[in-house]
């Protein structure tokens, strides 16, 4: 099996231990994508709703680069540091799958990182 590795500056960078996304199987996988602005690599939005869309705009990025989209999405998990952000996170969440939404399945952030309240994974069809 080969594997890609996956990478594109319209995305929030991430750390050197791991790839934004690798593209193996006929799936995409995108790693833990925190709300973080391409341009600036701070933090984007201080509310739940405006760091869910941001973490998402950097998956559909990272999808696209890997010839894949967010229609294709399959799994997603959602971490929250903090679980009274699930409705806010939600009331984003359904802007951008109003239909069809891909399994979905949530934890807790770990760690506490100042002004981070969300990240996203994703699983999708290459």
Not at 10 to 19: D, E, V
Not at 69 to 89: I, Q
Request: hydrophobic content about 45%; proline content about 8%; glycine content about 6%.
């Amino acid at each position: 099996m080969t594997r890609q590795i996956i990478f594109t500056p319209k995305a929030a960078k991430p750390p050197a231990t791991y790839s934004q996304a690798v593209k193996a199987a006929g799936l995409v996988f995108v790693s833990g994508t925190a709300p973080v602005d391409p341009l600036s690599g701070a933090i984007k939005g201080t509310t739940i709703q405006e760091q869910t869309a941001q973490c998402l705009a950097n998956i559909r990025a990272i999808l696209e680069e890997a010839g894949s989209s967010l229609d294709k999405l399959v799994s997603v998990t959602v971490v929250l540091a903090d679980e009274e952000d699930f409705a806010g996170m939600n009331e984003e969440w359904i802007k951008w799958f109003p239909s069809d939404p891909p399994a979905r399945q949530g934890a807790k952030l770990p760690v506490r990182i100042p002004g981070l309240k969300v990240s996203v994974a994703a699983i999708a069809e290459a």
